[in-house]
């Protein structure tokens, strides 16, 4: 009985440590992600998240959402996203010096990985306009390694971007202008990661637009210093609009999309590829309830159908979660139902003026919300493989050959070479979601309430099981008493030795009778009969 109390204890302080998460980190294998502690093959679904309101203050570009202080904000659509199937979303800027505990552990709840970016902006946050080396601002290392430090520790945190389409900052068909850049940069935050024993070792990649495509492909898989392990992208990430014809009903019809397969096919690239943004508005795409163009987004089915698609790209984040109407209100005033070039949420926040503030604003899927979750959620998806099956191809493990247009990083002088890297944290940080996460994603207590809860209920569970384990001893004793309290006299009698070793369990009246005494003899033959009986 004892054995099964302590059983029980073990296994209730188990559950009192445990947490709502339920996603492993994940880690690549060649081209591919796999759970890191099942092992199965994990086939990104995303939508690329950036709730902007629709007025006020909190009505600009590249702010930081995901905070707690937002809350508000984010949880209103984690329903959305469980509706439309996703298990990723991508993030345009953080803000490291605030909290996102609770942001990541509601994703993490919902199953969801989160790609961060390690660049915001700001004249000195990301890399700029400038040519290489000056576009790399000094205090862009330090911000990407603070963001780093922030959301390495949350195991849902799928990949860093160290930069989304810096190629659109240089001039026409010259991605060498930046690119160097960027690639340095990314460069230095694997470095940090990897200087780090203590950091979870986040793949840190990039994301370009799809320009010169072949250029940049090539140049970020590739190692102009063969010496140096860091310099080339963990994972690729391309922005590609190729899928604009509505009447391409069939992959074999979507010409743009399989041109785009067979350069990757021709690249025979090494590292993970996902389509961080796809989604090419089109007034071909049909009128549905009253709303012009809305996407079919057949491109997100052939992406988990197509084997050749399956095997160039490790996922897909659909662009985007919400209608900016600061972009999209000139072209279609709200409520967005006149085709606009620039309205591609697949939902806008209504009413018209809200500001998350004061007004709140509130999510209506459109049209488009509903066809991408219906490809989302196809029955036909090629089979996953596992991490223990999944054999990498010869031809498919090496770098690639860097383009001789873009200059050797180390050719260049750089000012962040001189910038003090920032201290590795102490301690690895273990970080778990508390359990007050639950299903329904409920507004959590506050940390200090929590935690003075769930030791209260601790230390309760704790005293109940001692009180029972003390139960069952005592009245196990009692019912012994009965028959050795002679035998316990007579020995005391007869060997009068204070030095032999005595063991008091002190129990209430009501379950003891008296205080029960016992001392352990080495020699006597009614005491054997009584260790014989004691035994279990």
């Not at 984010?74 to 996102?100: M, P, T």
């Not at 459109?366 to 219906?374: G, I």
Request: net charge negative.
């Amino acid at each position: 009985m004892m054995l099964r109390l302590l059983s029980f204890t073990l296994l209730l302080l188990g559950l009192l440590s445990w947490s709502a998460s339920s996603l492993n980190p994940l880690e690549i294998k060649g081209y591919k992600f796999f759970d890191s502690e099942t092992g199965e093959e994990v086939v990104i679904r995303g939508v690329d998240y950036y709730p902007r309101p629709n007025n006020g203050t909190l009505d600009h570009n590249s702010y930081d959402y995901y905070t707690n202080e937002h809350r508000h904000m984010w949880q209103r659509d984690i329903e959305f996203f469980k509706e439309l199937g996703i298990n990723a979303i991508r993030l345009y800027a953080v803000d490291a010096e605030r909290d996102h505990d609770e942001f990541m552990c509601a994703m993490q709840a919902a199953n969801i990985y989160v790609i961060v970016a390690l660049a915001k902006d700001c004249p000195t946050c990301a890399i700029t306009r400038d040519k290489s080396p000056d576009c790399y601002p000094p205090e862009l290392k330090e911000q990407g390694q603070a963001v780093i430090k922030t959301f390495s520790k949350y195991p849902n945190t799928l990949a860093f971007s160290a930069g989304n389409e810096v190629n659109h900052f240089a001039p026409p068909n010259n991605p060498e202008w930046n690119g160097v850049c960027q690639k340095k940069f990314m460069r230095d935050m694997r470095e940090f990661i990897g200087s780090c024993s203590t950091i979870r070792k986040v793949p840190v990649g990039l994301i370009v637009a799809d320009s010169d495509r072949d250029k940049n492909v090539l140049y970020y898989n590739c190692q102009s210093d063969p010496d140096d392990e860091y310099e080339n992208a963990e994972w690729f990430g391309l922005n590609s609009y190729v899928m604009c014809n509505a009447d391409a009903e069939t992959y074999e019809d979507a010409l743009g999309l399989k041109l785009l397969q067979q350069n990757f096919e021709r690249y025979n690239y090494s590292i993970p590829v996902l389509m961080t943004e796809f989604g090419c508005l089109s007034d071909t795409f049909p009128t549905v309830r009253g709303y012009e163009g809305q996407r079919t987004f057949m491109q997100a089915k052939w992406m988990l159908t197509q084997k050749d698609l399956r095997d160039t790209f490790a996922g897909s984040f659909a662009f985007e979660y919400s209608i900016e109407k600061a972009n999209a209100g000139q072209e279609s005033p709200y409520p967005f139902q006149k085709f606009g070039k620039q309205s591609y949420g697949i939902g806008y926040f209504e009413p018209e003026f809200c500001n998350d503030v004061n007004i709140p604003c509130q999510y209506r899927p459109l049209p488009s919300f509903d066809f991408l979750k219906e490809a989302f959620d196809t029955s036909d998806m090629y089979p996953p493989t596992t991490e223990d099956k999944f054999v990498v191809p010869s031809y498919r493990k090496g770098r690639t050959e860097c383009p001789e247009s873009f200059p050797s990083i180390s050719s260049l002088t750089w000012d962040a070479d001189e910038w003090q890297s920032l201290s590795c944290p102490p301690s690895p940080n273990n970080f778990v979601c508390p359990v007050h996460f639950d299903a329904e994603y409920q507004q959590p207590q506050s940390d200090c309430d929590f935690c003075i809860s769930k030791r209260k209920t601790l230390y309760f569970c704790l005293a109940v099981v001692v009180a029972v384990l003390a139960y069952y001893a005592c009245r196990n004793q009692k019912r012994r008493s009965k028959n050795y309290t002679n035998i316990d006299e007579k020995t005391s009698e007869g060997r009068g030795d204070s030095s032999s070793s005595t063991g008091l369990l002190n129990c209430p009246p009501a379950l003891g009778g008296k205080y029960f005494q016992y001392q352990a003899v080495e020699s006597d033959s009614s005491l054997d009969e009584r260790t014989k009986l004691e035994q279990p």
